[in-house]
């Protein structure tokens, strides 16, 4: 038995997409004094020489540095609130439902809801402000140790396993006690592909636009205006025209009337009207006319 299909997602990753800086450089290595560089090339020794996978020696060296302070999980949270964004956030989380559903959108129950799938630390965005617009955040995890001390690796989120969250979403199996791989009928999905938006910044994002454009649904991929090096926007540009994997690329500025709005407005718009329209047809397709006289 179908259900009604009723809600758009949309789904972001973080670093260079929702903020300028990476997290662990916006708030992280100021707050203990980590040099970047040096963190950067012990990460790198363990990639290159001892073949470790990208995501696990990052949060390898992380607790390797954040050893000697004794640092918890809510100390973690504690410096998300510091985290910083592009123009124009959090305020977007907040107008862009009632910008572009009408009252007749949400008197047939359709809705807005934002995702955060990324490599980074959950923990730092759930402390931030961006927290409460969110249905659900997924990132990389540290479990704690008897004393409450982060002490270790407890989930690792790579760009190639962040594809599953789509079909997590996708299928509503929001919890890691839900079987992602659970098999679910199309009709029964609460949200199609078909009324998802994927937002990311560049080759990490890479499998997951490719899963959004076999499966129908929407990717934009942004840069940031103010890099002068223009690396930001090449990425994008080579994703688009070269590589095909986006039909949209904008500056990551959220604000009302910047490119990137009017392109997130117009697809939630078509998207809230094709759920309009769908269950239109399925009503018509149901009904037989009465006699005629």
């Given amino acids: 038995m179908a259900i009604p299909q009723s809600t758009i997602a949309l789904v972001y990753d973080y670093?260079?997409?929702?903020?300028?800086?990476?997290?662990?450089?916006?708030?992280?290595?100021?707050?203990?004094?980590?040099?970047?560089?040096?963190?950067?090339?012990?990460?790198?020794?363990?990639?290159?020489e001892k073949k470790w996978d990208g995501e696990l020696a990052y949060l390898k060296c992380l607790l390797d540095y954040l050893a000697m302070d004794g640092v918890s999980n809510d100390r973690l949270q504690e410096l998300g609130a510091n985290l910083s964004f592009f123009p124009g956030l959090p305020e977007m989380f907040e107008e862009i439902e009632d910008l572009c559903l009408?009252?007749?959108?949400?008197?047939?129950?359709?809705?807005?809801?934002?995702?955060?799938?990324s490599s980074g630390l959950k923990a730092l965005v759930d402390g931030s402000r961006l927290a409460k617009h969110f249905k659900k955040i997924y990132g990389c995890e540290f479990g704690e140790d008897e004393n409450g001390v982060?002490?270790?690796p407890k989930r690792a989120i790579s760009h190639t396993t962040k594809t599953q969250f789509l079909f997590r979403i996708?299928?509503?199996?929001?919890?890691?006690?839900?079987?992602?791989?659970?098999h679910m009928p199309e009709g029964v999905r609460p949200v199609p592909f078909q009324n998802m938006v994927y937002v990311g910044d560049g080759p990490?994002?890479?499998?997951?636009?490719?899963?959004?454009?076999?499966?129908?649904?929407?990717?934009?991929?942004?840069?940031?205006?103010?890099?002068?090096?223009?690396?930001?926007?090449?990425?994008?540009?080579?994703?688009?025209?070269?590589?095909?994997?986006?039909?949209?690329?904008?500056?990551?500025?959220?604000?009302?009337?910047?490119?990137?709005?009017?392109?997130?407005?117009?697809?939630?718009?078509?998207?809230?009207?094709?759920?309009?329209?769908?269950?239109?047809?399925?009503?018509?397709?149901?009904?037989?006319?009465?006699?005629?006289?």
Avoid at 102 to 117: C, M, N, P, R, S
Avoid at 267 to 277: G, K, Q, T
């Fill in 170 to 182: 996708n299928k509503g199996l929001l919890e890691y006690g839900e079987d992602v791989n659970d």
């Fill in 204 to 293: 990490t994002d890479v499998p997951c636009f490719t899963v959004m454009q076999k499966n129908g649904g929407h990717a934009i991929a942004v840069y940031n205006p103010e890099d002068d090096t223009n690396r930001s926007f090449d990425k994008c540009f080579q994703m688009c025209a070269h590589a095909n994997r986006v039909k949209h690329i904008a500056p990551a500025d959220y604000r009302r009337g910047s490119h990137l709005r009017l392109i997130l407005e117009k697809m939630v718009r078509e998207m809230a009207d094709n759920i309009l329209s769908k269950r239109q047809d399925e009503v018509d397709s149901g009904k037989v006319s009465a006699p005629q006289f």
């Fill in 15 to 48: 670093d260079q997409t929702l903020s300028p800086r990476y997290m662990q450089d916006d708030v992280l290595f100021p707050e203990f004094g980590i040099n970047p560089e040096s963190f950067w090339e012990k990460c790198n020794v363990l990639v290159k």
């Fill in 150 to 152: 982060i002490s270790f």
């Fill in 102 to 117: 009408t009252d007749l959108h949400k008197a047939a129950g359709i809705k807005v809801e934002h995702y955060i799938v």
